[in-house]
Nanobody, 116 residues
C-alpha cells in the first residue's frame, strides 16, 4: 500500500504565494518520480512539476513562478506570483519503478483558489 498525504491548499489573492506539501508512506520501494498535477473545472488533468531525484520538469505556464523540491519521500511545491488561472485541484503524484514496471499513485487532491 502507498499513501500520499497532501497539505497546503487554500484561497489566495493574485500575486500571492502558497506552499503545497506531499508526504509518501507505505511500500514505496523503487520511488522514482514525485510531483504535482492539477485539474481545473472542465479541463483535463495537466502536469505542473515533477522531480526525478535531482532532475526537475515544469509546465511552461509555471516556469519561473513555481519551484518543486524533494527530500526523500516528501516533496514541496512552492507557488509564487499566483494567477487566477492557477486555480485548480492539485494532485500529488508518485511513480514507483520496480519489478520491471512503472506504477503511478495519486493523492486525494487539494484545492487552490486564486481570487481577489
Amino acid at each position: 500500500q502507498v499513501q500520499l498525504v497532501e497539505s497546503g491548499g487554500g484561497l489566495v489573492q493574485p500575486g500571492g504565494s502558497l506552499r503545497l506539501s506531499c508526504a509518501a508512506s507505505g511500500n514505496i520501494f523503487g520511488l522514482s518520480v514525485m510531483g504535482w498535477y492539477r485539474q481545473a473545472p472542465g479541463k483535463q488533468r495537466e502536469l505542473v512539476a515533477t522531480d526525478s531525484g535531482g532532475s526537475t520538469n515544469y509546465a511552461d505556464s509555471v516556469k519561473g513562478r513555481f519551484t518543486i523540491s524533494r527530500d526523500n519521500a516528501k516533496n514541496i511545491l512552492q507557488m509564487n506570483s499566483l494567477k487566477p488561472e492557477d486555480t485548480a485541484v492539485y494532485y500529488c503524484y508518485l511513480q514507483l519503478a520496480r519489478y520491471g514496471r512503472l506504477d503511478d499513485y495519486w493523492g486525494q487532491g487539494t484545492q487552490v483558489t486564486v481570487s481577489s
